[in-house]
C-alpha cells in the first residue's frame, strides 16, 4: 500500500505485479557488467529492471554512456530519479516506469538484465528482434534459455558471492 501511495504522490502509476524480486547489484558487480559489455560514451545502455538505478547511473559517471533505466515498481523509479540528480546524470540517464517485457529496446547499444532466467527467455525474441547487430547484453547470474552466450565469466564478488555474467552480442537473428 506505501509503494502505491508513494507512486500516486509522485504522479506515477500503479504499480504492476513485480516479475523478479529486487536485490541490489553490488558495486563491483556493476562494474564488471559494464566492462565486460565493453560500455563507452557512444553506448545507449539500457538496464531492465533497474531498481534504484544504479548501472546507467554508473555507465553516465564512468563513461558518460546515456542510458535508460526500466522498472515496474514506482517506488524504485523515483529513487532512481534522486539517485540520478544526486549524482548529477540527469541529462544523461532517463527512467521509465514500465513492464520490461513491453519495452522497446532498439535504441540500445547495451542491454542490462538482472532478472530470473525465465523473464530472461520471455524477452528473448524481443532482444533478439529489436536489438542490431553488434549490440551487446549481459546477464547477472541467470542465462536465456538455449541461446549460447558468447562469453560466460563466474568470479567471487566482494561480498564473497559466487556470480556469472553472461554477454551475447546480437547478430541480428530473431531468437
Known amino acids: 500500500m506505501a509503494h502505491m501511495v508513494l507512486g500516486l504522490l509522485l504522479g506515477l502509476a500503479a504499480p504492476q505485479v513485480s516479475r523478479a524480486p529486487y536485490v541490489a547489484t553490488p558495486p563491483d558487480v556493476v562494474a564488471r557488467m559494464l566492462g565486460l559489455a565493453s560500455v563507452t560514451a557512444r553506448d545507449v545502455v539500457y538496464d531492465l529492471g533497474c531498481g534504484d538505478g544504479r548501472i546507467v547511473i554508473a555507465a553516465a559517471q564512468q563513461f558518460g554512456a546515456r542510458g535508460v533505466g526500466v522498472d515496474i515498481d514506482p517506488v524504485r523509479i523515483a529513487e532512481a530519479r534522486g539517485n540520478a540528480a544526486r549524482a548529477q546524470v540527469e541529462h544523461l540517464v532517463t527512467f521509465r516506469l514500465q513492464d520490461a517485457l513491453n519495452t522497446d529496446v532498439s535504441e540500445a547499444t547495451v542491454v542490462m538484465l538482472y532478472l530470473l532466467a525465465a523473464q530472461n527467455v520471455a524477452l528473448r525474441p524481443t532482444l533478439t528482434r529489436q536489438l542490431q547487430p553488434g ?23 566482494a561480498d564473497g558471492q559466487s556470480r556469472t555474467l553472461y554477454l551475447w ?6 531468437r
Open 135 to 157: 549490440a551487446r547484453i549481459v546477464s547477472h547470474n541467470f542465462a536465456m534459455g538455449d541461446w549460447e552466450a558468447n562469453v560466460v565469466e563466474t568470479f567471487t564478488s
Open 169 to 174: 552480442n546480437a547478430d541480428g537473428k530473431a
